[in-house]
C-alpha cells in the first residue's frame, strides 16, 4: 500500500527566504506526482506536475524535482512571500495492478507560514 | 479559478441520514474523483468515475456511492451516516486519454454529521 510522508509538518520563515518542502512515498511504481497548495478550508490548488518519466517541472519561484527511485520530490520556493503561506500537499498516482484507477495517495502536508 | 464547482458549500445532516454532493467538471473532462478530508488530514481517494463507469475504488463502504452524468456533472452519495463522515468532500476533474494527467480539484463540500 503506498503510503506519502511529507517533511516538515509546519515551517514558519521569514520572508525573501527560500525554502524546500520534502516528500517521499514508498511504491516507485507511480504515474505522476503532483504538487497542490490548500488554504484554510478551502480546495486545493494544482502547483505542478511531475510524469513519472520527468526529473523536474517548474512555475514561476516553484520548483519541483521526482527522484522516483528513491521514492523522493521535493518542491523548491525562492523568495517566499506572505501570500504564500498555506498547506503544501503533495500526492502520487499510483499503479492500479487490476488496470483500474489507483486515485491520488496524499501525504498530509506542510503547513507553512511566511512572516511579513 | 479550475473551472469545477461543488454545491452546497456546506450541509449539517444527522447520523442515519442519506446526503447527495454535487459536482460540475470542466467541459470536455471525461473522468472525475471523489475524495474525503478529515480535518488537518490529507485527501483520501473515494472513488473515480470514468465515461460513467466507476472504474477505481479505495477503502470506502458501499454505502459511498456515486454517478457521473453525461454533461460533466456527477454525484456522491452517502447512506447511513456516521459520525466520522465529517468532513471536506472534493471533487477532481480531468480529461483522461491515455496518459495520467493533471486533476483539477473543487472548492469541496464541509459535511458536519451530528
Known amino acids: 500500500k503506498q503510503e506519502v510522508t511529507q517533511i516538515p509538518a509546519a515551517l514558519s520563515v521569514p520572508e525573501g527566504e527560500n525554502l524546500v518542502l520534502n516528500c517521499s512515498f514508498t511504491?516507485?511504481?507511480?504515474?505522476?506526482l503532483q504538487w497542490f497548495r490548500q488554504d484554510p478550508g478551502k480546495g486545493l490548488t494544482s502547483l505542478l506536475l511531475i510524469q513519472s518519466s520527468q526529473r523536474e517541472q517548474t512555475s514561476g519561484r516553484l520548483n519541483a524535482s521526482l527522484d522516483k527511485s528513491s521514492g523522493r520530490s521535493t518542491l523548491y520556493i525562492a523568495a517566499s512571500q506572505p501570500g504564500d503561506s498555506a498547506t503544501y500537499l503533495c500526492?502520487?498516482?499510483?499503479?492500479?495492478?487490476?488496470?483500474?484507477?489507483?486515485?491520488?495517495?496524499f501525504g498530509k502536508g506542510t503547513h507553512l507560514i511566511i512572516q511579513p | 479559478e479550475t473551472g469545477v464547482t461543488q454545491s452546497p458549500t456546506h450541509l449539517i445532516k444527522t447520523r442515519g441520514q442519506q446526503v447527495t454532493l454535487r459536482c460540475s467538471s470542466q467541459s470536455g473532462h471525461n473522468t472525475v474523483s471523489w475524495y474525503q478530508q478529515a480535518l488537518g488530514q490529507g485527501p483520501q481517494f473515494i472513488f473515480q468515475?470514468?465515461?460513467?463507469?466507476?472504474?477505481g475504488r479505495g477503502n470506502f463502504p458501499p454505502r459511498f456511492s456515486g454517478l457521473q452524468f453525461p454533461n460533466y456533472s456527477s454525484e456522491l452519495n452517502v447512506n447511513a451516516l456516521e459520525l466520522d463522515d465529517s468532513a471536506l468532500y472534493l471533487c477532481a476533474s480531468r480529461r483522461w486519454g491515455g496518459s495520467h494527467n493533471e486533476q483539477f480539484f473543487g472548492p469541496g463540500t464541509r459535511l458536519t454529521v451530528l
Open positions: 468515475y470514468y465515461r460513467e463507469e466507476e472504474n
Open positions: 500526492a502520487v498516482e499510483g499503479m492500479d495492478s487490476g488496470g483500474g484507477a489507483d486515485g491520488l495517495t
Open positions: 511504491d516507485s511504481a507511480i504515474y505522476n
